[in-house]
């Protein structure tokens, strides 16, 4: 690779304030469903102009290049292609996990070799102090969201229960790894090489510690802030390498993950700065939240819930992640079409963080197209449900346990839930009743007199009551 140019000509400027408009543009497409498709468009020409024009002002070799886009292309291409829905959201902690590497790889190839990227200090004898407290700034954020992403990934997958792991003074512990962090880059900035490499080691622990406290229910919160840990990182080292476009696509990938997650935060009445502190997932449930109790229960089948939502005004379905584990979502779209033949109101309540990262549910339905006028968030409809002849929930425990409201000692209290149990009729749709939601807690709707559990795979049950239907 050779030097940075020194000045900047007045078409790299323009094209890269181009876009960054793109980039703008893309995320006020993605802020609607009906507009989402046209913000991709956006976001793709924006990052399309800013990788050429960087890779004309640089003088990077171009059969490397067009190598190392074949190939890591080629592997995101399959993977898109094969990933089933159920398995988005630790994608998503994957790709946060390879952004956050990546800007560990730069700063570390930026410190060994820094006149390559023009990082040197006037009399060239070392890297520049501003460019040092740049570059360290960077790995660290880098390196916290690298190991912390695959904590959330480890969680999400399965491969970790999803159970909070408290450790004893963890907040203390936290607060200490990440004062250490800022002060070693400060003094990195001046001196000691040696530091370079510790800084990563304490954030990658410190990153590690963060995200291994959060429970289960609270994950979609910890994807979205780690998605603001990767932008922030970018922004970081797009200083080290003099890349206006990384700065500000950084920024805006920064900036808009942290909106989010506050506007999630909000929505489940969680702290937003407890978010960042790490460690906010709650501890065990209590007895009341215990799951596994033998209690007695209503099951019906799939000809009882098409008598219930034919003779029915209003049915409002409530999708969860069981419904994504059985890719229900088409089916559901057809049972919606069969119940407004015949006269129902059909409406969809979405919570904030039903599923395992922000929009999940949305995207799914939008995927079944479901009209998007039908589609209604926690605070729009939640006052619905007492007027409502029928609650139908499929594959959604924590969004709708009321235990949210009345247990403190739950892992989930104080966070909104939808008020399924205020309908007429509640049809649940649970695979056995066997297992909890993914915070580990059981749901005391399930036992209700006006509940009738629907136990099957979510596809089949779903695709039985269309039949009896139509």
């Not at 990082?119 to 690298?146: H, R, Y």
């Not at 619905?384 to 709708?400: H, L, M, R, S």
Request: glycine share 12%.
């Amino acid at each position: 690779m050779t030097e940075v140019i020194a000045t900047t000509p007045a078409w790299v400027a323009l094209a890269y304030l181009v876009a960054g408009v793109l980039f703008i543009l893309a995320l006020r497409g993605l802020s609607s469903p009906e507009t989402s498709q046209q913000g991709n468009r956006f976001g793709m020409i924006g990052m399309l102009i800013a990788v050429g024009t960087t890779l004309i002002v640089h003088g990077v070799g171009l059969p490397l290049i067009v190598a190392a886009v074949v190939i890591g292309g080629g592997i995101g291409f399959v993977i898109a292609r094969r990933i089933a829905m159920t398995a988005m959201p630790q994608l998503v902690a994957g790709f946060h996990s390879l952004v956050g590497l990546a800007a560990v790889l730069v700063a570390i190839a930026a410190y060994l070799n820094p006149a390559a990227f023009g990082i040197l200090s006037a009399d060239g004898s070392d890297i520049a102090t501003s460019s040092k407290i740049e570059m360290g700034l960077g790995v660290a954020i880098g390196a916290i969201t690298f190991s912390g992403s695959i904590i959330a990934f480890l969680k999400l997958n399965g491969n970790m229960g999803g159970a909070p792991i408290l450790l004893p003074a963890r907040h203390y512990l936290n607060i200490a790894l990440l004062a250490a962090v800022l002060i070693l880059v400060g003094v990195f900035g001046l001196h000691t090489p040696l530091l370079f490499a510790i800084i990563v080691v304490a954030a990658l622990a410190l990153g590690f510690l963060l995200i291994i406290p959060i429970g289960g229910a609270d994950m979609p919160v910890v994807v979205s802030m780690l998605n603001s840990y990767s932008g922030w990182a970018a922004a970081a080292m797009g200083f080290t390498l003099q890349n206006t476009a990384m700065i500000v696509t950084g920024a805006l990938v920064g900036s808009s993950g942290a909106i989010l997650s506050y506007i999630m935060c909000t929505a489940m009445n969680r702290s937003f700065i407890s978010v960042i502190a790490g460690g906010f997932g709650g501890d065990a449930a209590g007895p009341a939240g215990a799951a596994g109790e033998a209690k007695p229960y209503k099951r019906g089948s799939a000809e009882d819930a098409a008598f219930v939502m034919k003779n029915a005004e209003s049915v409002i379905i409530v999708p969860g992640y069981g419904m994504a584990v059985s890719q229900a979502q088409h089916a559901l779209r057809e049972m919606g079409d069969l119940l407004r033949k015949e006269g129902v109101s059909v409406k969809y309540a979405i919570h904030p963080v039903a599923g395992r990262m922000p929009g999940h549910m949305n995207v799914l339905l939008a995927e079944a197209n479901v009209p998007y006028d039908e589609v209604f968030e926690l605070e729009d409809i939640n006052g619905e449900f007492a007027q409502a002849d029928v609650a139908f929930v499929i594959g959604a425990n924590d969004v709708t346990n009321p235990l949210a409201k009345t247990d403190k000692s739950s892992p989930i209290y104080g966070m909104p839930v939808l008020d399924v149990e205020k309908a007429k009729t509640v049809l649940f749709v649970k695979r056995s009743m066997g297992g909890a939601g993914y915070a580990g807690v059981d749901n005391p709707v399930f036992y209700m007199d006006n509940t009738m559990m629907l136990l099957a795979d979510a596809k089949k049950m779903v695709e039985a009551i269309n039949k009896d239907l139509g």
